[in-house]
């Protein structure tokens, strides 16, 4: 049996190579050219298939192309010689009504002028009717063939097919390339001033570098001018982000307000956690304005301890990211401008009646989520010996003293742990008198193991943080309306009749969202808890403190879920903030910077932005599980019984991967028009 199974698979194996040889064959050889990328390259017309290759792939503006039209006889798939055909291509522009673009490809949203159709002779490879013409406009383009004569059989009128093709930036020092070479430069200059660092220490690897030992560094952050040099420039950017949005033209596509505020800082914020933590904070206005507030009204009152922990910025930043999808915030340059308006007036207002930064520690809607995502940064700001704090220590990091004000975070930098609430202000720096202060780096996302420190409101908003970024990527689905829809169809009849449709449908969004990350998806990992604590047997810890533990685990997985989410709005809408500067400097300012472009390509290609959002999502679900074994090991005495535990989890988080990979490979429509 098992020697006829083998000769099966030998023989099912040759005559799958000899079948694959002739069909590949039988299709011709392509040379040098091949499908373009984006839309339909492949059209079947009587018997006739005709494939649209350019070469290069992709065609550049400014050099010479071959538009091919590759022509096969269906079935036998052999070239067809010597037919008449002809193709001529012309760029297309968008109408000027649809700023709201979704689909580069939809035909009818494009405007395309006369164009000319020329003849397409054969050139070089059988069937490959070829128009050599140099393309001078980058972006999308109509190709047009039409066939008149195909194997003695003539076409009257011709048959006419239409193919959309992208014509890429000329080559040479693309933006993409600019960013990619200024990314080696750093790297490479960065690699040679640590190697010098080193060598003029001791070269112990086992032993941090601390880089407060820069000296050009330590004079920066110890400058008393170090916070204000960024914090004054971006209250007056936010002044100026405040008044386009109220004043300047209500499209939220051509508005340099929602571009600034939702595609170019809030996903590029996301980027800014892992590299370098909370730094973000010390420049953010809404802390400088909350500082500010409370270093003029001098309040020694703290604020109710009930309320210090994450629960009030975990339901704000709900509400703001539902807000974002049943009011259209990021389309509203008007709400965008109330939203900061709103913002501003809470962060002075608590500055005002409580001490520090209040509201960047307890009410920011983004405290919670920059917090736990920046325990992920290789950066960290700690007490170097701790013998010497206990030695000579009086507090100074903390209360201040005349070289700095302390911790506006309410951070003990002798105690502290981890990056959560640590936003790089440098005042303890400043302020410690033995100068026992390090800046080191450290290993990818230390704090979410290394730390002793767990809390409920914590874990419970890594988990939230998973549920709303899966929610959102699935909003913007095609198919998401639709669904909705036939959700709506359970509110009873009755009610349902009381209401308009885009009450009832709101209702349901709004209702999937809110359970569905506040609920359901806090609800599976309960499950996982319970069955982690039946695994454990008399050695478990209990549901809460499961939950509570293992639950930081999901923290990469949301962070990369928001990455991968945010890299698609960065990359490929990002550009479209140039004409909107444009626009906005030739109408309010003396200096002519050209006329707006706003057909704007992404900054790279869809495909590379594909590979970076599975690279990201995969990432997540690695260090997850790393995670969660260290988690359950330090939870368990047994490291045995650590990683039978962790299996639930394990496969929650699975779960939750797959399900955002799903998401990211389905059709998705874009914030507003690039």
Known sequence: MTKGFFVSVIVWLILTFVFSVKLVFAHGDHGDAAPPEG???????????VELLTSPRPPRAGEESKIIAKILRNGSLEPVRDGKVLIGVSPVRLPDNSSEQKNPYAQSRYVVDPFPLLPAPEVVWAGSYTLVRQLDRRGPHLVRIALQELDGRSFNPPAVLEFYLNIAPPSG????????AMMALAIGFGGIYWVVLRSHSPFDLSVPLNLLGIRWLDRVVRWRGFQPVFQIPLVLLTVLITLLGFFDLQDGAKNLATKLTWILWWPGIIFTFILVGRLWCVMCPFGTLNEWGATLAKSSRMFPKFLRNLWLATLFFLVLTWAD???????SPQMTAWLILALAVLAIATGLFFQRRTFCRYLCPITGLQGLYSMASPIELRAEHRNRCLKDCHQDCYRGNEKGTGCPMFEFPMTMQRNTYCNFCFECVKSCPPGNMTLRARPFGKDLWASGRHWLDESYLAVALVGITTIVSAQMLTGWSLWMSQMARLIPLPVRVLMKPVTYLTVTESAVFFVGSLIVFPLFVVLAARITDKFAGEQGKGVKRTFVTLGYMFIPVGLTMHLAHNA?????????IVPALQRTLNRYTPFAVGEPNWQVLPLVSSEVVYWLQMLFILAGLFFSVVVGYRLARDLFEQHRLAGKALIPFAVLSLLFTLTNLYLLNQPMGMRHGM
Do not use: K, N, Y
């Not at 492949?42 to 298939?49: A, E, K, S």
């Not at 999808?325 to 389309?331: A, P, T, W």
């Open 39 to 49: 839309g339909i390259s492949l059209v079947t017309l009587d018997g006739f298939q």
């Open 325 to 331: 999808e049943q009011l259209g915030i990021i389309r």
């Open 173 to 180: 020092w693309t933006p993409g390339l600019i960013f990619l």
């Open 568 to 576: 698609s709005h960065l990359f490929m809408e990002g550009p479209g």
